[in-house]
């Protein structure tokens, strides 16, 4: 029988930057291969939309691995352990090589089983760090300096020719087969970006070269964000473009010193930072996926509200650009960080529902779903970490602040097209002859207000502060503090290696 390497593709989609297949590549002959794993395309967090990113990201692949000499992507569609088993009966598998994934508990189930899968078949298996996350942390002081000797690091260019197997492939699956049940549901997304590294690639120039000059200034209005963000988020999730990549241009950027840019930049760069270090707390602590960090509201948002629950995720809550922000993200897959945090806190706080069941709504319609971040802010947003300030958003004075002239509701909320900017953010104050007039009856063509938000804040705050009180939840907020807490505040994105800092990512 042949020896071969099995390099594993999870959320790594690309040939650049990737060790693994380097590796693979330099020990003898091998077999590219991602795994349709249809159970966990029918997990509660995952979603047709995300679905259709990844398969045409996994196209892009293809075609790359193709033009490194190999017959294409392997595609086996199955239960992980049971595909690698009847690899392992057509080849001598030599190796097995991957990246280290920070994914929800199914994925890391997953990855036990099949550690002890290779254990039991004598088959090693090579993880590598894909990005700032550490596995087996101790300890977060000094994870700062971790992940900048990381991210400093040169590129891995992709190998120069693989000796590549020709092993059968199965199809891609049709979305009905691999949805089922759910697919009958739908999951219209009709100006969802597109997948691939080509478009990650041009997102990533456009955004450092032309559109990112206004990102600090632009990146929390959804009036400005969709163009002012990089929108580089699903291609990070699902790994067409590597963290580090990002940071060796950025910093290609910095070096040119653009005139007007540095603001700009340098936002960027924090932010950069912050991708890992909340993914680190799920992988510290994975449990954070349904349990609060801090015991303080252990018993507290324990039932669903269906009523409620429905009305904020249709997106028809009464409050203008609560509705218009879940419409935009029902519609794009997408929608800027203020946003989601406002769209979480109002669920968790003024609807006082639980962040688990707020957060599987959220994690389906992010066509960028990240499981370490997604579950990191859904603690923080919903008041659940014991270290983090309450974010109550005041879902009326955000519309005003955010989009004052009603630009964004009106795109989004059709029925208030025809309604002005003196009564577009609270609608339901109109009087009834302006409402014929702007042909807007609150509560038939537009709902009123599903609750009286300042009312919910305040009854929110009770809660919270009556909780958080005393010594022992004092306590657990140092411990959560100790292990999850930022040691470090950064401004910068490290400076790369000049050889690599030179590479141009976008020929």
């Not at 899968?117 to 971790?146: I, M, P």
């Not at 206004?214 to 990070?236: D, F, K, Q, V």
Request: with cysteine.
């Amino acid at each position: 029988m042949r020896a071969v390497h099995i390099v594993w593709f999870k959320r790594d989609l690309r040939i650049e930057d990737h060790r693994p297949l380097m590796e693979a590549a330099a020990h003898g002959e091998v077999l590219p291969l991602y795994i349709v794993e249809p159970q966990a395309w029918r997990q509660p967090d995952a979603s047709l939309r995300q679905w259709r990113f990844v398969r045409q990201t996994l196209l892009e692949l293809d075609a790359d691995l193709r033009a490194l000499g190999a017959a294409g992507l392997v595609v086996r569609v199955g239960e992980t352990c049971a595909v690698l088993a009847a690899l392992a009966r057509e080849f001598s598998v030599a190796g097995l090589w991957s990246h280290e994934e920070t994914g929800n508990d199914w994925s890391f189930a997953r990855d036990r089983a099949v550690l002890a899968w290779t254990k039991r078949q004598g088959v090693a298996w090579t993880e590598f760090r894909q990005d700032g996350v550490l596995r087996r942390l101790n300890s977060r002081n000094g994870w700062a300096e971790h992940w900048q000797r990381f991210m400093v690091a040169a590129l891995i260019p992709a190998p120069a020719k693989l000796e590549a197997v020709d092993a059968p492939s199965d199809h891609l699956p049709d979305e009905r087969a691999l949805f089922a049940d759910n697919y009958a549901q739908g999951d219209d997304c009709p100006h969802a970006q597109p997948g691939g590294r080509s478009h990650a690639l041009r997102l990533l120039h456009s955004f450092l070269h032309v559109r990112g000059k206004n990102y600090a200034r632009g990146m929390s209005s959804p009036l400005t964000a969709e163009s002012a963000c990089s929108r580089l988020s699903p291609h990070i999730a699902w790994g067409a473009l590597s963290m580090r990549e990002i940071v060796h241009a950025l910093h290609a950027r910095q070096v040119e010193a653009p005139e007007g840019w540095g603001r700009a930049l340098a936002a960027f760069a924090a932010r950069l930072a912050w991708q890992s270090h909340f993914m680190q707390k799920l992988e510290s602590e994975p449990r954070m996926e349904f349990a609060n960090l801090h015991p303080a509201l252990a018993h507290e948002r324990q039932s669903v509200d269906a009523r409620l629950l429905r009305a904020w995720s249709e997106g028809r809550t009464g409050f203008p650009l609560i509705d218009a922000c879940m419409r935009m993200l029902h519609a794009t897959g997408w929608i800027n960080f203020r946003m989601r945090a406002m769209l979480a806190a109002f669920a968790c706080y003024h609807l006082w529902q639980p962040w688990r069941e707020v957060g599987l709504h959220l994690a389906r319609l992010f066509i960028d779903y990240e499981p370490g971040i997604h579950w990191s802010q859904m603690q923080m947003q919903s008041g659940s970490t014991g270290i983090n300030a309450f974010r109550i958003y005041n879902p009326v004075k955000q519309s005003y602040d955010q989009d004052p002239e009603g630009v964004f509701i009106r795109r989004w909320l059709p029925e208030l097209g025809r309604v002005p900017a003196e009564w577009v953010h609270e609608p339901w104050r109109m009087p009834a002859e302006l409402q014929k007039t702007y042909a807007c009856s609150i509560g038939q063509d537009y709902p009123a207000p599903i609750v009286d938000h300042e009312q919910a804040a305040r009854a929110a705050r009770e809660k919270l502060h009556l909780a958080y009180r005393g010594d022992q939840a004092r306590e657990s907020s140092r411990q959560v503090m100790e292990k999850h807490g930022s040691r470090k505040r950064r401004s910068r994105a490290p400076a790369p290696a000049k050889t690599s800092a030179q590479l141009d990512l976008f020929a």
